[in-house]
């Protein structure tokens, strides 16, 4: 029997194990048995991983939680492919793959490495719309919840609920064939594939995930498989353009977060904690993008990255150069957080007036970014520069009610308290 102790610790690895697994597990059943064989490839890693919980309780987490995953979902596969009798074609034909007695690890995390590319890649049928293909990937492959979804696409769970079951139907009823093209038909696609790793490397980054402001697995995910796309496509330069991108954020890892967990904003990090390999790696991959004529979102992005991580000082930061990198940038894709940016970077450089005029704008004509704590948590911090507590407090309460990470919480509520004392101390003077 299992202690409560015991049950709270299998119950963090398999939550850990769901995020990093799921998705895993999900790409190796559907690249083993057919693409067709998707959604009860879902189910199977979904009941492997409840299996796990139950079993590891009672009995102990194994040596390799991995292996025994993917061998237990593997099992579960090939049972159900007995059970199901309008199934027997599939089993003939590729039921004689030989696992033999291989290390489980060894040989299924290398065989994920490149089965994962590959089923991302499958999904960006072009049959398939491209905000189809987005929640199709982040769903099953990436294991994100409609609510992350929700969250990285600035919509709603019940639009990406009506999108993933379109979705899904769609391939269903048009006999649509996940498959993957060859090395020239995959290039049409390579824009999709940016916009998951982009979007997946973003969850990591600035988490929705109730307890976590980072997660680092997913980061190091999207930057694994982005370093696949830049070997395999050595002539493209948009790959190295976002994996610099990646570098450059991934550098302030270790100043966002102080040692009680609360967030560190980024005017206030200490830049000697700043990874200078990492940036460095960075600047390497985002020299080499520039050699092409090709000059993508990804590209201006990591430049305004890079002009961050290599300033002396937030106040000697080049803001000028920044601003215009994101008119620019406004040219590729005409996001609300461009906008967003843009006000921060306008505050900056000519006071906090000007910034609230454009974020209060925002409020008024964007419904997006209306759903959107950042901006709240933005006015809020440019009203409390103004000292118009009142107005800050509001604008911090609205943006903790629209966020979900605990984290991002009680930093709202720390802005409030010095709110409440900068009130406090107008009274008394």
């Given at each position: 029997?299992?202690d ?10 398999v939550?850990?194990l769901f ?11 559907t690249a ?7 959604e ?8 492997t ?5 139950r079993?590891?309780?009672?009995h102990?987490?194994?040596?390799n ?10 099992n579960?596969a ?10 027997q074609e ?11 007695n291989?290390?489980?690890?060894v040989?299924?995390?290398q065989?994920?490495?490149d ?13 398939i719309s ?19 979804i929700?969250h990285a696409?600035l ?7 009506k999108?993933l ?5 769609e391939i269903?009823?048009?006999y649509?064939?996940?498959e ?6 995959l290039k049409s ?5 940016y916009?998951?790793l ?30 696949l ?12 353009a976002?994996?610099?991108?990646m570098?450059f ?13 609360a967030?560190?904003?980024?005017k206030?990090?200490?830049r000697s904690?700043?990874d200078s ?5 960075g600047v ?8 092409s004529?090709i000059?993508?979102?990804?590209h201006l992005e ?21 601003y ?11 996001s ?6 843009m ?13 609230v ?9 964007n419904e997006?970014l ?13 009203y409390?520069e103004?000292?118009?507590f009142?107005?800050?407090?509001f ?17 709202l509520?720390?802005k409030i308290?010095?709110?409440r ?5 107008i009274?008394?003077?």
């Open positions: 029997m299992s409560n102790n015991t049950t709270k610790k299998v119950n963090q690895l939550d850990h995020r990093e697994e799921y998705g895993r597990v999900v790409s190796f059943l083993t048995f057919g693409f067709h064989f998707m009860i490839a879902e189910d199977i890693a979904q009941d991983l409840v299996e796990a919980c079993n590891w309780s009672y102990g987490i194994p040596n939680p991995q292996g025994w995953i993917f061998k237990v979902a593997k579960k090939f049972n159900w492919i007995r059970r199901e009798k309008k199934r599939i089993y003939r034909q590729q039921g004689k793959i030989d696992f033999g291989t290390s489980d690890n040989y299924l995390e065989e994920i490495e089965s994962m590319l590959r089923m991302i890649f499958a999904c960006c049928a072009p049959e491209i905000e189809k293909q987005i929640v199709l990937i982040l769903s099953i492959l990436c294991g994100f919840s409609r609510r992350e929700a696409l919509s709603n769970e019940e639009t990406i609920k999108r079951f379109r979705a899904k139907k269903r009823e048009k649509i064939h996940l993957t093209p060859t090395k020239a038909g696609r390579l824009p999709a594939v916009s998951c982009y979007l997946l490397f973003n969850e990591g980054y600035n988490s929705s995930h109730h307890d976590d402001l980072i997660r680092k697995d997913l980061c190091l995910e999207a930057i694994r498989l982005n370093k796309l830049v070997s395999f496509f050595k002539e493209e330069s948009t790959p190295k976002l994996l610099a991108l570098y954020h991934v550098a302030r890892f270790e100043s966002r977060i102080d040692e009680k967990g967030i560190i904003l980024f206030n990090q200490d904690l700043w390999k990492l940036i460095n790696a390497y991959y985002l020299t080499e993008s520039a050699n004529n000059l993508s979102s990804y990591a430049h305004i990255a890079a002009l961050h991580c290599t300033a002396n000082s937030f106040e000697e930061t080049n803001w000028a150069f920044i215009k990198l994101y008119e620019q940038l406004y040219q590729f894709k005409s609300p957080i461009i906008h967003l940016n006000a921060i970077v306008k505050g900056v450089m000519e006071g906090p007036q000007k910034a005029e454009l974020l209060e704008n925002f409020v008024i004509k997006a209306n759903r959107y704590y950042l901006l709240y948590a933005t006015l809020g911090e440019f409390k103004m000292k118009k009142d107005l800050a407090t604008n911090f309460k609205r943006a903790s009610e629209l966020t979900s990470s605990l984290k991002e919480k009680q930093l509520i720390g308290d010095e709110c004392e900068g009130t406090e101390s009274i008394i003077k």
